[in-house]
């Protein structure tokens, strides 16, 4: 894919969360940590340092609570805490529906002056994104 290597350029979304956006998730600090991992990953790759070097844009996807299967945690998949996830979710007003969490990603795909930009899904939000100070 990199122009350095012959390619034609491209565009990596990383699937990331709003788990990686959020000070602590004590319920799940592995799946916290690694989103917050992959958030910091597509802003390093996604400057223009390395678009310059790869042509190819990098961002992260971060959205809240999604009606897939993966929230059907049970003490068996997640631990003891599991049964704060339902709850947070009730708290938020619900899941969010995939079809939104779609919305969002066709717009990262088609809008190509967003290179590194965090994109947010929420409920009471909608879709936006995270604002970083250029200098940090
Ligand atoms: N649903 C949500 O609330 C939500 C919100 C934010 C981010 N996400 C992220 O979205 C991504 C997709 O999750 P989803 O919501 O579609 O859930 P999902 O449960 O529908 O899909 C997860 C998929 O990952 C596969 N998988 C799990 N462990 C794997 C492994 N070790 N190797 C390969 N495949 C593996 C599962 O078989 C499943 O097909 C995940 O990265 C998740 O963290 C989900
Ligand atoms: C409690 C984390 C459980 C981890 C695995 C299960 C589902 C994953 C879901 C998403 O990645 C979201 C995870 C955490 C979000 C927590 C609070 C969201 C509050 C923000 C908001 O929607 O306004």
């Not at 565009?11 to 592995?30: E, F, K, Q, R, T």
């Not at 799946?31 to 917050?36: I, L, P, R, V």
């Not at 003891?80 to 619900?94: H, S």
């Not at 990603?105 to 088609?110: H, R, S």
């Amino acid at each position: 894919m990199s122009t350095q290597n012959g390619g034609r350029g491209g565009h990596i979304i990383n699937v990331a969360s709003i788990a990686g956006l959020l000070s602590s998730i004590p319920a799940a600090p592995m799946y916290a940590a690694s989103k917050h991992g992959v958030v910091a990953l597509s802003r390093c790759l996604g400057h223009a340092m390395h678009y310059k070097r790869h042509g190819v844009r990098v961002n992260a996807l971060c959205p809240s609570f999604t009606d897939t299967d993966i929230i059907n945690v049970t003490e068996d998949s997640m631990g003891k805490d599991y049964w704060m996830v339902p709850k947070t979710f009730e708290k938020l007003g619900g899941l969010l529906p995939v079809s939104t969490v779609v919305e969002g990603f066709l717009q990262l795909v088609e809008d190509d002056t967003q290179n590194g930009a965090v994109m947010r899904v929420t409920l009471a939000k909608g879709i936006d994104y995270k604002q970083y100070r250029e200098d940090l």
